[in-house]
């Protein structure tokens, strides 16, 4: 698995491990932290091996699935790391998508809603094809996604590679970066520290909140179906972001102020999956709710806080 210290990759691990089965983790530790998975690490079904996919490495070892996980996935990361971001998408899967020719294992791809840009369909089904600006700043992102996809088909169509391929909705949970950027974490951080709660745009805009635990269920189900083409895992309950900071401000009673700032620039309008194939294929939905899941994201966020300095 690459990307095996991230936030979402540390729990799919963790999944597997209890299940199990056997898990070669590949790491750069670009943004993702041994933390995450030292729990794992004494584990006699656990290795861990520092390096970079998008890079020549080696493995060792007979596989039944590779798992691609490796990306900078937070607007803060990708758009200081492009190149990066870019390298991970394109040269990244091509090189574990021939481990997985190579072993003759399936393959799973976790890529992302942005590769439906500011969606003019709403509620976004896998068939839309999306409305991503290819040269905008957050293109690096979206565009190596959108590759990656195209790639991981290929490899599909000409090698019989046996491919899944899972399209994320913003999630959340614990081992997110505090300062990551994405909304989950910038609200809470903020909110813990008695800061003002900062809104881009008039926080009209939309978005839906998946639990890590409910999204790596989905993926592990993904993992082992026989659907090829794009899945869409994420909750399908939407909020404005208005509505979500105000209930981060409920659930933690929290009276710090909102503070408006200019939308970045290509920031979707509306973030909403349509999960009737999840459904339909993995029998797969979330059932963590929002208060349930905000509440160990909570515990886990002031566990890590850094003191403020007097």
Not at 55 to 73: I, N, P, R
Not at 129 to 143: A, F, K, M, Q, T
Not at 228 to 253: D, S, W
Request: aromatic share 10%.
């Amino acid at each position: 698995m690459s990307g095996a210290a991230g936030f979402i990759g540390s729990h799919f691990c963790d999944r597997l491990i209890a299940d199990d089965h056997s898990v070669v983790a590949l790491d750069n530790l670009m943004t993702g932290a041994t933390r995450n998975v030292e729990h794992l690490l004494k584990h006699p079904n656990f290795d861990f091996v520092e390096c970079d996919v998008a890079k020549a490495f080696t493995t060792e070892g007979k596989f039944d699935a590779v798992l691609h996980l490796a990306s900078l996935a937070s607007p803060k990361d990708y758009l200081e790391h492009p190149i990066e971001t870019l390298e991970a998408g394109s040269t990244g899967t091509q090189n574990m998508l021939d481990i997985a020719k190579e072993h003759g294992a399936r393959f799973l791809l976790t890529s992302t809603s942005e590769t439906y840009g500011d969606p003019l369909v709403h509620p976004q089904v896998e068939t839309y094809w999306g409305n991503v600006n290819p040269v905008g700043p957050r293109s690096c992102y979206d565009e190596s996604k959108r590759y990656a996809e195209a790639l991981t088909m290929a490899y599909h169509r000409v090698h019989g590679v046996r491919t899944n391929i899972a399209r994320i909705f913003n999630t959340y949970g614990p081992r997110m970066q505090l300062h990551d950027g994405r909304v989950v974490p910038a609200f809470l951080d903020q909110v813990l520290r008695g800061e003002p709660i900062t809104i881009f745009g008039d926080g009209s805009q939309t978005r839906s909140f998946c639990y890590v635990k409910d999204l790596v269920e989905g993926l592990y189900k993904l993992m082992l179906s026989d659907e090829r083409y794009p899945v869409n895992l994420g909750n399908p309950q939407e909020l404005t972001i208005l509505e979500f900071a105000e209930q981060i401000r409920r659930f933690t009673g929290s009276k710090t102020p909102l503070v408006f700032q200019p939308l970045p620039e290509d920031d979707p309008k509306k973030r909403r999956p349509n999960i009737d194939k999840a459904k339909t294929v993995l029998g797969w939905e979330p059932i963590v709710s929002l208060e349930e899941g905000l509440r160990e994201t909570v515990a886990y966020f002031q566990g890590r806080l850094e003191p403020t300095p007097a």
